[in-house]
C-alpha cells in the first residue's frame, strides 16, 4: 500500500523570515569586557554552528534586527560555498550575524529550521543559487535570490524523518572517513616496522657474517704459522 504525502510548494521568502547580517563600518575591534559576541562567515565550518565560538567585537547601533538565536539558520552568502547551517546555542544566548552571513528563521510552526538548511543545501536549491549569483571575482547570492527559491514543504513528520536521516548519514560518512584514515595509519605503521625489522636482521646478518669472516680469517693465520 502507497503512502501520499501532502506538500506546499512555496518560495523560502513566503516561508521564511530572510534578514541580511550587521554591516560593520569600520575594521572589527575585539572586546572580550564589553564586545557583543558576534558571528562572522569564517565561524560557519559544519551544518551546526555553536553560538558559543563567536567572538567578542566593539559594535554600535541597533543591533536586534541581527541577532541570531538557537534553531535560526545562518546563510553564506558570499563565496563559493553558498550554503546553510544551523545555530545552537543555549537558553538566552544570541549573537549578532555579521555580513556576509544571513539570518533565515521560518515564520510559521509548520516548518523546521532543519529542513530549511537541509533544503537550501540540496542540488536543486543549489542550481537556483547559482542562476542567480552575482560578481565574478567574488561571487555574491543577493537576497532576492534567497527570498524566491522554491521551497517544498512536507508534513512535519515527514520533515523530521528526512532531517534525522541526512544526520544519520552524515555521522555514518564522518565516522567511515576517520575508520579509514585509523586503518592508513595503522597500515603505514606497520609497514614501517617492518621495513625497521629488516633493516635490523641485515645489520645483524652482516654483523654475524663479518664476526664468522674475522674468526676463520684468524683460524688461517694460525694453521699457516
Given at each position: 500500500m502507497s503512502m501520499t504525502y501532502s506538500i506546499k510548494n512555496i518560495n523560502l521568502g513566503e516561508a521564511c523570515e530572510i534578514r541580511a547580517g550587521y554591516a560593520a563600518r569600520t575594521a572589527l575591534t575585539e572586546d572580550a569586557e564589553k564586545g557583543v559576541p558576534a558571528i562572522q562567515l569564517r565561524d560557519l565550518q559544519g551544518e551546526r554552528v555553536?553560538?558559543?565560538v563567536a567572538g567578542k567585537y566593539a559594535l554600535d547601533g541597533k543591533l536586534d534586527r541581527y541577532l541570531v538565536e538557537h534553531g535560526d539558520?545562518?546563510?553564506?552568502?558570499r563565496g563559493d560555498n553558498n550554503t546553510a547551517s544551523i545555530a545552537i546555542g543555549g537558553a538566552g544566548e544570541a549573537a549578532v550575524a555579521l555580513l556576509p552571513v544571513m539570518v533565515i528563521r521560518p515564520s510559521g510552526d509548520?516548518?523546521?529550521p532543519e529542513y530549511v538548511a537541509w533544503s537550501i543545501n540540496q542540488h536543486e536549491?543549489?542550481?537556483h543559487l547559482d542562476l542567480g549569483a552575482r560578481g565574478t571575482k567574488l561571487r555574491m547570492i543577493p537576497k532576492e535570490c534567497l527570498e524566491t527559491l522554491p521551497l517544498h514543504i512536507p508534513s512535519l513528520a515527514v520533515q523530521r524523518m528526512i532531517t534525522e536521516l541526512d544526520t544519520l548519514s552524515a555521522t555514518e560518512t564522518r565516522l567511515l572517513h576517520e575508520l579509514a584514515d585509523t586503518k592508513r595509519k595503522f597500515t603505514r605503521f606497520a609497514l614501517l616496522q617492518q621495513v625497521r625489522n629488516a633493516q635490523l636482521h641485515g645489520n645483524e646478518a652482516e654483523h654475524n657474517g663479518a664476526h664468522r669472516s674475522s674468526k676463520?680469517?684468524?683460524k688461517s693465520q694460525r694453521t699457516n704459522s
Open positions: 555553536s553560538l558559543s539558520v545562518l546563510f553564506r552568502s509548520d516548518l523546521l536549491a543549489q542550481r676463520s680469517s684468524g
